[in-house]
């Protein structure tokens, strides 16, 4: 049984959705609201969430995309519009029905996602070749009625951005696609410390409406993959159905080529299960809301909170500093910013201070180190981004070592059992596919970019195979 750090929080091995929800609300992210499926999130939760949404935007916006924002509401007989579309969200669409005692005309749905409003729009605003690419992103809140939710994970709501873009060709959409993609796969691993696999999805697993859906997979702790974002190039479809054309350069009607792409609050949920431990979450420096803590020791002794007041100011300049002057004991205090992963702990007593000295703790690896408080700055920028690196580091080799590689199916079966991602070839087809998934549970993840020739032959039915794919269990 795991060792118990911090009361009341389940041992990771033990039981690791107890120890998710454990988490998730001891460290104070959310809480449950009211409505079943649904979470509030908490100020560390949302500070967190902003820290993330802040980063993208930034990218967002130098990949040359506007931000635009959207009506909630989409009339039923708009949603029908494109038939693919609505049969793959159908099952998780919420309805309104009624304005106040009113019953409505037509029924109107609470957005699963914005490809028809931006369908609508973009049919009154491009004419000409001249008018694009139109590149536009919105942040929103989305709905979609799911039957088993987790905080973060799968809610009835969540947060989100969605980007959706128009081009002339085919070549153009194809190039956003992937630059999306890209963008995605940075931020996961260079802000969070998420190492993907990027890759392109199965026809079965593809977005409703898509020509085709890249994605960016990782793999939690517990060794069950996560979709953490997705990139779809639409093709002409969504176009067609509600007549996005323009005036090419040659004078002739053509219908626009268009993408979507969305990155959502489920990436939080991937963070606490790729890096948190036994003590609760840890978090990589670059979206911790504070990355240094400074805990006074003998507080109530001369000078040690003006010099802990004094070190918050100097270290304010290079990095996001809290300080707990609060009477609770420091032991306390250990265990309460080891919960919230705060990536380094200050601490500071009379004698550190009269030795121009202060102890430092990382939260990734508890290593406690005595330093001077001269170039403490420079100390502490580097420490933070050792930690960084190595979380990125550490979950590489986590991922690297639940990676296997089956050739039969009895391989398959024996090893999807021990978690982690299998690398196995398939035929390409549907039927191969489901069968593996009612059999083992598993499910493609993606067909990765850089392919290996891992067997001659399907890993389900023995014939040629096609493309060799990422499988694992998921959430």
Same mark, same amino acid.
């Given at each position: 049984?795991?060792?118990?750090?911090?009361?009341?929080?389940?041992?990771?091995?033990?039981?690791?959705?107890?120890?998710?929800?454990?988490?998730?609300?001891?460290?104070?992210?959310?809480?449950?609201?009211?409505?079943?499926?649904?979470?509030?999130?908490?100020?560390?939760?949302?500070?967190?969430?902003?820290?993330?949404?802040?980063?993208?935007?930034?990218?967002?916006?130098?990949?040359? /995309?506007?931000?635009?924002?959207?009506?909630?509401?989409?009339?039923?007989?708009?949603?029908?519009?494109?038939?693919?579309?609505?049969?793959?969200?159908?099952?998780?669409?919420?309805?309104?029905? /009624?304005?106040?005692?009113?019953?409505?005309?037509?029924?109107?749905?609470?957005?699963?996602t914005s490809e028809v409003l931006?369908?609508?729009?973009?049919?009154?605003?491009?004419?000409?070749?001249?008018?694009?690419?139109?590149?536009?992103?919105?942040?929103?809140?989305?709905?979609?009625?799911?039957?088993?939710?987790?905080?973060?994970?799968?809610?009835?709501?969540?947060?989100?951005?969605?980007?959706?873009?128009?081009?002339?060709?085919?070549?153009?959409?194809?190039?956003?696609?992937?630059?999306?993609?890209?963008?995605?796969?940075?931020?996961?691993?260079?802000?969070?410390?998420?190492?993907?696999?990027?890759?392109?999805?199965?026809?079965?697993?593809?977005?409703?409406?898509?020509?085709?859906?890249?994605?960016?997979?990782?793999?939690?702790?517990?060794?069950?993959?996560?979709?953490?974002?997705?990139?779809?190039?639409?093709?002409?479809?969504?176009?067609?159905?509600?007549?996005?054309?323009?005036?090419?350069?040659?004078?002739?009607?053509?219908?626009?080529?268009?993408?979507?792409?969305?990155?959502?609050?489920?990436?939080?949920?991937?963070?606490?299960?790729?890096?948190?431990?036994?003590?609760?979450?840890?978090?990589?420096?670059?979206?911790?809301?504070?990355?240094?803590?400074?805990?006074?020791?003998?507080?109530?002794?001369?000078?040690?909170?003006?010099?802990?007041?004094?070190?918050?100011?100097?270290?304010?300049?290079?990095?996001?500093?809290?300080?707990?002057?609060?009477?609770?004991?420091?032991?306390?205090?250990?265990?309460?910013?080891?919960?919230?992963?705060?990536?380094?702990?200050?601490?500071?007593?009379?004698?550190?201070?009269?030795?121009?000295?202060?102890?430092?703790?990382?939260?990734?690896?508890?290593?406690?180190?005595?330093?001077?408080?001269?170039?403490?700055?420079?100390?502490?920028?580097?420490?933070?981004?050792?930690?960084?690196?190595?979380?990125?580091?550490?979950?590489?080799?986590?991922?690297?070592?639940?990676?296997?590689?089956?050739?039969?199916?009895?391989?398959?079966?024996?090893?999807?059992?021990?978690?982690?991602?299998?690398?196995?070839?398939?035929?390409?087809?549907?039927?191969?596919?489901?069968?593996?998934?009612?059999?083992?549970?598993?499910?493609?993840?993606?067909?990765?970019?850089?392919?290996?020739?891992?067997?001659?032959?399907?890993?389900?039915?023995?014939?040629?195979a096609r493309d060799m794919v990422?499988?694992?269990?998921?959430?």
């Amino acid at each position: 049984m795991a060792k118990q750090f911090v009361q009341n929080v389940t041992g990771m091995d033990e039981d690791f959705a107890q120890w998710y929800t454990d988490v998730v609300t001891k460290a104070e992210l959310i809480d449950y609201s009211s409505v079943r499926g649904s979470m509030i999130i908490r100020p560390y939760g949302y500070a967190i969430w902003e820290n993330i949404k802040d980063a993208l935007d930034g990218k967002i916006k130098e990949t040359g /995309h506007e931000n635009v924002y959207m009506p909630l509401f989409i009339p039923e007989s708009l949603l029908q519009r494109e038939k693919d579309h609505i049969e793959g969200f159908a099952p998780e669409v919420a309805w309104v029905t /009624h304005g106040g005692e009113e019953e409505l005309a037509e029924r109107l749905c609470v957005r699963p996602t914005s490809e028809v409003l931006f369908g609508e729009h973009y049919k009154n605003i491009i004419h000409s070749y001249r008018d694009l690419p139109k590149l536009y992103n919105q942040w929103a809140n989305v709905v979609r009625w799911e039957k088993t939710t987790r905080p973060f994970l799968r809610t009835l709501e969540f947060l989100w951005q969605e980007g959706h873009t128009c081009h002339e060709t085919d070549e153009d959409a194809l190039e956003e696609t992937i630059k999306m993609l890209d963008v995605y796969a940075d931020i996961c691993e260079n802000m969070l410390a998420i190492p993907v696999i990027k890759g392109q999805k199965t026809e079965k697993e593809k977005f409703a409406g898509a020509k085709f859906t890249y994605t960016i997979e990782s793999l939690m702790h517990d060794g069950k993959a996560l979709q953490s974002g997705t990139s779809h190039h639409l093709g002409d479809g969504f176009a067609k159905a509600f007549g996005i054309q323009f005036t090419d350069r040659d004078g002739k009607l053509q219908y626009v080529q268009q993408t979507s792409w969305g990155f959502t609050t489920r990436i939080i949920g991937a963070m606490i299960m790729v890096h948190g431990d036994d003590r609760g979450l840890v978090l990589p420096p670059k979206i911790a809301p504070t990355q240094v803590m400074i805990v006074p020791i003998a507080q109530h002794k001369e000078g040690v909170l003006d010099f802990a007041y004094d070190m918050k100011r100097r270290l304010s300049s290079v990095a996001r500093v809290g300080i707990d002057a609060s009477d609770k004991k420091p032991g306390w205090k250990f265990n309460e910013y080891e919960m919230k992963g705060i990536p380094l702990r200050l601490e500071a007593g009379p004698r550190d201070i009269e030795n121009g000295q202060v102890i430092l703790v990382r939260r990734d690896t508890g290593e406690k180190v005595t330093v001077s408080i001269e170039g403490i700055e420079e100390t502490i920028t580097a420490l933070l981004h050792d930690i960084q690196e190595n979380l990125l580091k550490k979950a590489t080799a986590h991922r690297e070592e639940k990676t296997s590689t089956a050739v039969t199916f009895d391989e398959f079966k024996s090893q999807i059992e021990k978690g982690g991602f299998i690398k196995a070839m398939w035929c390409g087809e549907e039927a191969c596919e489901n069968k593996i998934k009612e059999e083992t549970t598993a499910t493609s993840r993606c067909i990765p970019f850089e392919q290996e020739k891992v067997a001659d032959t399907c890993v389900c039915c023995g014939k040629e195979a096609r493309d060799m794919v990422y499988w694992a269990k998921a959430y």
